[in-house]
């Protein structure tokens, strides 16, 4: 049975996988999985058969596009053979600008000096005495900080008559209240920390925590040194405190009222005459501002 015929009508209704015609060779970025056709348009062809010539020229394009796709690296798994698509190449306007890195808080700090990983837990826990999958946070905690417990050991040393379920709610709302206070400490250095470091903030880097930190030692260290001035003798007679602080500044100095070098004992007599008499017989006084001056008080 001769089926060549068969074979050749059905071959007839698929076109060939090559395009030609282009003059302007098509550029590719197979990474977005984009073609860039830059030919010019056939404006006779386009007003006659608008809607067939648009068809047949995303057609064409399309297939130079799969073509270059089937001539990259392929893998093969369970959801069967894929292309490994290149790195793309056309960088893409974005509607708003890259977020800028957040500073690192103090734990994150600590965390990478001691090497220290965070591992992602499931948020879903078996309870094994009811048996069934409770949060292991939030609303309905499978533990719940011990709240729930039908029975509390009271610990030793406190007080028998205590309540431990309201001392375990208490100690619940004293640690909220520590991590509310914590994190609006982190950002604040946060905001502080990005104007102060805005060449890192720029680079896409994150800013620098410790000159936060040192500029919030030094304002806290003023304070202190304020505080002790604002007594009625200035913080003078006021009782030291061991590891206090110190203010800094320029200390007066005074010289001995007898020195065995007389030139230089002299030399400081007449520099104090010449401040009070006048240099070189200079008048020290404005004659003519003080004649004006007791006359209109006359």
Do not use: C
Not at 172 to 183: A, H, L, P
Not at 245 to 266: C, H, M, W, Y
């Amino acid at each position: 049975m001769d089926v060549s015929e068969v074979l050749a009508a059905h071959k007839n209704k698929f076109k060939s996988v090559s395009v030609e015609g282009k003059i302007i060779p098509v550029e590719y970025d197979l990474g977005l999985l984009v073609a860039y056709d830059q030919n010019p348009v056939e404006e006779s062809e386009l007003k006659s058969k608008k809607d067939e010539y648009l068809q047949a020229l995303s057609r064409d394009n399309a297939q130079l596009l799969f073509n270059e796709i089937f001539q990259l690296q392929t893998i093969s798994d369970d959801n069967g053979v894929m292309a490994m698509l290149p790195a793309p190449t056309t960088l893409l306007p974005r509607e708003k600008p890259l977020p800028k890195p957040k500073p690192e808080t103090r734990w994150e700090k600590f965390a990478k000096a001691k090497g220290i990983v965070n591992r992602k837990k499931e948020r879903m826990v078996f309870d094994d005495a009811t048996g069934e999958y409770k949060p292991r946070w939030g609303y309905k905690a499978i533990n719940d900080d011990g709240t729930k417990d039908w029975i509390i050991e009271v610990p030793s040393g406190s007080n028998p008559m205590e309540d431990q379920y309201e001392a375990r709610r208490d100690a619940k709302k004293e640690r909220i209240d520590r991590n509310d206070k914590r994190r609006q400490r982190n950002m604040e250095e946060a905001a502080v920390a990005t104007k102060l470091d805005q060449k890192a903030v720029n680079k896409g880097e994150r800013p620098n925590m410790d000159n936060v930190r040192a500029l919030k030692r030094k304002e806290i260290e003023n304070q202190i040194l304020i505080s002790k001035s604002s007594t009625a003798s200035a913080g003078k007679f006021d009782t030291a405190i061991k590891g206090d602080l110190k203010p800094k500044g320029i200390k007066r100095q005074f010289e001995p009222t007898v020195t065995a070098d007389l030139s230089k004992e002299k030399a400081g007599n007449m520099s104090i005459l010449d401040r009070v008499v006048g240099k070189n017989g200079e008048d020290l006084v404005n004659v003519r501002k003080a004649i004006k001056a007791t006359k209109g008080r006359r």
